[in-house]
């Protein structure tokens, strides 16, 4: 299989959770502890409902291609790292 560039994440940063602050992010890594992100397809909706990931001991958790508009402050996961535009 070829390397595909239009696959490759633009940029990868230590996002810090916060309710309110929208960021654009396209996947994330984590090495253990929960992480909650709203999807952006949820931003705008009456009630907007966050998804919740967690990380297993020895078992780090790798999400991409999923489009996040925020990192909740519930996320008390270690290693956070996400991907994509800032």
């Known amino acids: 299989m070829a390397y595909d560039a239009s696959r490759a994440f633009l940029d990868a940063f230590e996002p810090t959770p916060d309710d309110a602050?929208?960021?654009?992010?396209?996947?994330?890594?984590?090495?253990?502890?929960?992480?909650?992100?709203?999807?952006?397809?949820?931003?705008?909706?009456?009630?907007?409902?966050?998804?919740?990931?967690?990380?297993?001991?020895?078992?780090?958790?790798?999400?991409?291609?999923?489009?996040?508009?925020r990192f909740m402050t519930a996320t008390d996961a270690t290693g956070l790292v996400a991907f994509g535009p800032t």
């Open 21 to 69: 602050t929208i960021i654009s992010a396209f996947g994330f890594y984590a090495e253990t502890g929960t992480v909650v992100v709203m999807p952006r397809a949820q931003e705008g909706k009456a009630s907007p409902t966050p998804v919740t990931f967690v990380a297993v001991v020895n078992a780090p958790l790798y999400i991409r291609d999923f489009a996040i508009s």
